[in-house]
């Protein structure tokens, strides 16, 4: 499975990016694609996942509804909508997939990790 992010940027305060995570290869085999992002010094943090084939989804708590992961089977694509951003959310962002496992929210759970795209937000 191969996993290529997109769609990072630079954006003020206040303003909305969408990302969108392409997933190729043995997609038969994906169970859960998670969004996770790092910042400078920092763990790399859980933010989303989407289940496959079911659409059961879950975000990080401290989100708040700024954030909204969807699946596009027929392009093999992820997106993760952000809103509201703020100074606290510029970090690295990660697509993940999983093909094992239960707990989406972990980052073990993890097999295949794309390159991560950055997100820059300032004031």
């Known amino acids: 499975v191969q996993l290529q992010a997109s769609g990072g940027g630079s954006v003020q305060v206040g303003g909305s990016l969408r990302l969108s995570c392409k997933v190729s290869g043995r997609t038969e085999d994906v169970k859960a694609i998670g969004w996770f992002r790092q910042a400078p010094g920092r763990e790399r943090q859980y933010l989303s996942y989407?289940?496959?084939?079911?659409?059961?989804?879950a975000y990080h708590a401290s989100l708040m509804g700024r954030f909204a992961i969807r699946r596009d089977d027929a392009e093999n694509t992820v997106s993760l909508q952000m809103n509201n951003l703020g100074p606290d959310d510029t970090a690295v962002y990660y697509c993940a997939a999983a093909t094992r496992g239960f707990y989406y929210n972990l980052r073990s759970t993890y097999d295949y990790w794309g390159r991560g795209t950055l997100v820059t937000v300032s004031s």
């Open positions: 989407i289940q496959s084939p079911l659409n059961n989804e």
